[in-house]
């Protein structure tokens, strides 16, 4: 493990949260959101903010059944999505599956009034938080 950045994906099939992070300090921040337009595109923009940021791991945000054992649609999609992200990321450059269970729950509540009021709205801030309450707990694992 080494003491520089770290990036954690949300990913989903209409969206893709971003965060970003500290290894060293153990702190996540949300970053961007990005519409899904397919594997290859998607894995192209994950390379090019892991590049821009200089991450060392990207922590892919790997949604797990509550019950133990069982294959879900959307886990087997980001296994996709990992072995894109394999194929144009350095090879230097590690990526973690990490459980997220509840994350988008936390993250939905979170935004709540602020989408009550009309602030923000569904997916613009929900999918790159889902992405930083993952990612803080990678670190408070850690």
Request: glycine fraction near 8%; hydrophobic fraction near 40%; proline fraction near 1%.
């Amino acid at each position: 493990m080494s003491d520089g950045k770290a990036v954690c994906i949300d990913y989903g099939k209409k969206r893709i949260g971003v965060a970003t992070g500290s290894l060293e300090m153990k702190m996540a921040f949300a970053k961007e959101v990005f519409e899904n337009k397919g594997l290859e595109k998607a894995a192209r923009q994950v390379s090019e903010i892991v590049s821009e940021y200089g991450s060392d791991v990207v922590v892919l945000g790997y949604p797990m059944n509550m019950e133990e054992g069982n294959v879900n649609f959307m886990m087997r999609e980001v296994e996709k999505f990992e072995k894109a992200l394999r194929n144009v990321l350095p090879k230097e450059v590690e990526i973690v599956l990490f459980d997220e269970r509840l994350s988008s729950f936390e993250a939905q509540d979170v935004f709540k009034d602020l989408r009550e009021k009309g602030i923000v709205h569904r997916g613009t801030a929900d999918d790159a938080y889902a992405a930083q309450v993952t990612l803080q707990r990678y670190f408070d694992r850690m």
